[in-house]
Structures are given as C-alpha cells and as structure tokens.
Antibody, heavy 120, light 112 residues
Framework: EVQLVESGGGLVQPGGSLRLSCAAS????????MDWVRQAPGKGLEWVSY????????YYADSVKGRFTISRDNAKNSLYLQMNSLRAEDTAVYYC?????????????WGQGTAVTVSS | DFVMTQSPLSLPVTPGEPASISCRSS???????????VDWYLQKSGQSPQLLIY???NRASGVPDRFSGSGSGTDFTLEISRVEAEDVGVYYC?????????FGPGTKLEVK
C-alpha cells in the first residue's frame, strides 16, 4: 500500500524551531518529487515547498523562504521540513504529498498530516 | 503568481441533482504542450485532500465517472452529474504547472 506518514508536529513558542518528518512506503521513494502543503485552522490549502527526486531542485513559498528548509533522505525513504523562526501564522496542519510533476496530477498521494501550533 | 478564484464558495445540492463549480486563473494555465495544468481536489471532513481531476479533464484513478472536468486557458469547471451524499466536502482547484502551486479558496458542497 502506498503510504505517507508525517510526524514531528507539536506546540512550539514563537521564534522556535521544529522538524517535521514524512515516512514513505509502498513505492520507490527515490523516484518521486515531493512537497509539503499546509492548512491553517479553518482555512484553505497552501503549498509550502517542493523538492525533486535527488534533492537538487528546491522551491519555497515566499511566506516560508529563508525560515524553512526541505530535505530528503532517499536511503531512509524520508522527507523532512526544518522550520525555524516560527510565527503564529505558521500554525497549521502540515501534509507531505507525492508529486507527479502534473502529468497525472500534481499531488496524487497525501499523508494524514501533522499539526503544528505556534503559541506562547 | 497565479491567483485562483472559485465560485460559488458554498453549494447546497439535492442528492441526485447535478452540481457545477467554476474556477478561474489570473493567467492562462494552457502549457505549450497543449495541456491545461489544473487539478481538482476534494477534502472531506477530517480527511486529507484527494486528487479528483488532473490536467483539467482527466479523472484520477478510482474517481467515479460522475465527476468531470472541463475548460481551457483561464476558465475551468468541475461538474458532478448526480450528487451523492459521499460527495460532501470542500473542493479546491489548483494551478499545477509551476511553483508556487496555488489553490483556489475552496467550494464547500453540502447536501440538502
């Protein structure tokens, strides 16, 4: 079964850091691009970051550029999001998603999400 | 950046009746390869989003054929031929061609 499982969310103070992980299974992780998408409470979906299969191409939303870092470890079938200088507006459920380059849809598999709350 | 808008934002529908959601992009989503890079996603309550339609009009694997997508350039439509109770949720269109990928605000479909 193709599956993505996020972890690492929690409560953090403004200015703090958090590292999210996404464990992939059921497919050849190293062959796929991956993304992070977030959803603030009661709000819509917001794309956060993209990484290609080898980690050589990376993009960020302007809202997180310079504060968040996406990375992957293909040997461990894992995707990461290092979040620094967190703000209240970063409070959201963070989803990792498999990226099919748009050819058969952009995000064809999603994880269940991990909740991040930034509050003092 | 591509700005995506949707209408209506709320859509009450009687089961068995059709439903239609409009999505508009601030710029053309028609690529030089002839494909329109717009996806449609459904997020049911308490669940992760799921891919319904890709490249404007192609149903994703396992999506019932009562769902269809159409349009080109800047104007797109998601249609449900006969709404069922399980179709309740929020529908998002998304520009899928280049980063930053951008979603519409969502259309909440409810069954009357």
């Amino acid at each position: 079964e193709v599956q993505l499982v996020e972890s690492g969310g929690g409560l953090v103070q403004p200015g703090g850091s958090l590292r999210l992980s996404c464990a992939a299974s059921g497919f050849t992780f190293s062959s796929y691009e991956m993304d992070w998408v977030r959803q603030a409470p009661g709000k819509g979906l917001e794309w956060v970051s993209y990484i290609n299969s080898r980690g050589s191409a990376i993009y960020y939303a302007d809202s997180v550029k310079g504060r968040f870092t996406i990375s992957r470890d293909n040997a461990k079938n894992s995707l990461y999001l290092q979040m620094n200088s967190l703000r209240a507006e970063d409070t959201a459920v963070y989803y990792c998603a498999r990226d099919r380059s748009g050819e058969v849809g952009r995000f064809d598999v999603w994880g269940q999400g991990t909740a991040v709350t930034v509050s003092s | 950046d591509f700005v995506m808008t949707q209408s209506p934002l709320s859509l009450p529908v009687t089961p068995g009746e059709p439903a239609s959601i409009s999505c508009r992009s601030s710029q053309s989503l028609l690529h030089r390869n002839g494909y329109n890079y717009v996806d449609w996603y459904l997020q049911k309550s308490g669940q992760s989003p799921q891919l319904l339609i890709y490249l404007g009009s192609n149903r994703a694997s396992g999506v019932p054929d009562r769902f269809s997508g159409s349009g080109s350039g800047t104007d797109f439509t998601l249609e449900i031929s006969r709404v069922e109770a399980e179709d309740v949720g929020v529908y998002y269109c998304m520009q899928a061609g280049q980063t930053p990928f951008t979603f519409g605000p969502g259309t909440k479909l409810e069954v009357k």
